[in-house]
């Protein structure tokens, strides 16, 4: 029996560098073989095995995993999952059930899978950041870095890499509007991945600095270094990884109140909630209901922030502190191992 981890290695979304970042560290306690979730129906199962999802609906969604089957085949069955928003489907639930463990990265996740009727094991386990956040400022070698960091102004940065509404896109061009007609010295920002559409269109309008494609984990963490604040207004997501990592480097971190990022940044600065928005129209898992930020509240702690910026980094470089002692890698995959362990995943394994 051999412990098998599926996730999409096809093309690279975010649950990819989610899955990667537990297969390195995994390999230190286990061995784990890894599949691309297009392959795995491909293979004749002849002997169960114990099995990780990743995630665990979209392939099943896409076919390229049927779960009767998978259920069969399975000595052990878990997965990973994320609530988008306040509620998950019926389908979610029922195909959820089926699993032996769901590992959700939130607190907020973890109360919207039971308030929605899942009954199977339950456990909360963060995202994290690796060696490359902990270490000491380097002048950038990207030449879009380059122009970020010698800008003068205070730099206020936001990832548009896809779905600009549940990002709260707009709602970043409405405060960023406002805020650089009073301090005309603040440049936005626009990390971008592939960028098209209308609210790409729209935060161009903003004096700006893009810096498009896909970065290495080094070019990354230059590009938080040369920023100031960043921004996440969004209505729905799983985790906002960005966050964290913006945490992990001292940057001024506004988010809203209330979503799956409060465990770890319940201590930056919090925008008030105007009203809960609808995040999908037609999604299969995520039918539930988002956040949207209270804009009058966000210009007010924005111009506050910028005003105050020395003070302000100051507070977020103690939040650096914890974010690095308590969310690095090493330490979440530790926890790993020990819900894997809790549930009999690792049994027989070497």
Request: overall charge positive.
């Amino acid at each position: 029996m051999a412990l098998f981890y599926v996730y999409p290695k096809w093309h690279v979304v975010s649950f990819t560098v989610i899955a990667e970042k537990h297969l390195k560290y995994l390999r230190r306690y286990v061995n784990v073989y890894d599949i691309d979730e297009k392959e795995w129906s491909r293979i004749l199962w002849s002997v169960k095995h114990n099995f990780l999802i990743h995630p665990i609906m979209y392939p099943i969604i896409s076919k390229f995993i049927d779960p009767e089957r998978l259920r069969k085949c399975s000595n052990k069955l878990g997965g990973f999952e994320v609530a988008d928003s306040d509620r998950i489907s019926e389908y979610a639930v029922n195909i959820i059930n089926m699993f032996d463990l769901v590992i959700v990265p939130s607190t907020f996740a973890k109360k919207v899978f039971q308030e929605s009727g899942v009954k199977t094991n339950i456990e909360v386990l963060p995202h994290g950041i690796d060696d490359e956040f902990v270490r000491p400022k380097n002048f950038p070698t990207n030449p879009d870095i380059m122009r970020v960091r010698l800008a003068n102004g205070v730099k206020v940065l936001f990832f548009l890499w896809h779905s600009g509404e549940r990002k709260g896109a707009d709602l970043v061009f409405e405060v960023m509007r406002y805020v650089q007609r009073k301090r005309p010295d603040t440049i936005l920002v626009l990390k971008t991945w592939n960028p098209c559409g209308y609210h790409y269109m729209l935060l161009k309008r903003l004096r700006h600095i893009e810096v498009n494609g896909f970065l290495s984990e080094k070019d990354l963490v230059d590009l938080y270094d040369s920023c100031d604040i960043l921004l996440c207004f969004s209505r729905g997501g799983g985790f906002e990884l960005n966050v964290l990592e913006a945490l992990a480097r001292g940057l001024v971190v506004l988010v809203p109140e209330q979503g799956s990022w409060i465990d770890y940044a319940k201590d930056s600065v919090l925008i008030k909630v105007a009203r809960k928005v609808k995040v999908y129209n037609d999604n299969p898992v995520h039918v539930g209901y988002g956040f949207e930020i209270d804009v009058n509240d966000a210009i007010e702690k924005l111009i506050h922030v910028i005003d105050h910026i020395k003070e302000y980094k100051e507070r977020f470089a103690r939040i650096r502190k914890y974010i690095i002692e308590n969310y690095h890698w090493s330490k979440i995959v530790e926890k790993l191992v020990d819900i894997l362990d809790k549930y009999g995943f690792l049994e027989g394994i070497s």
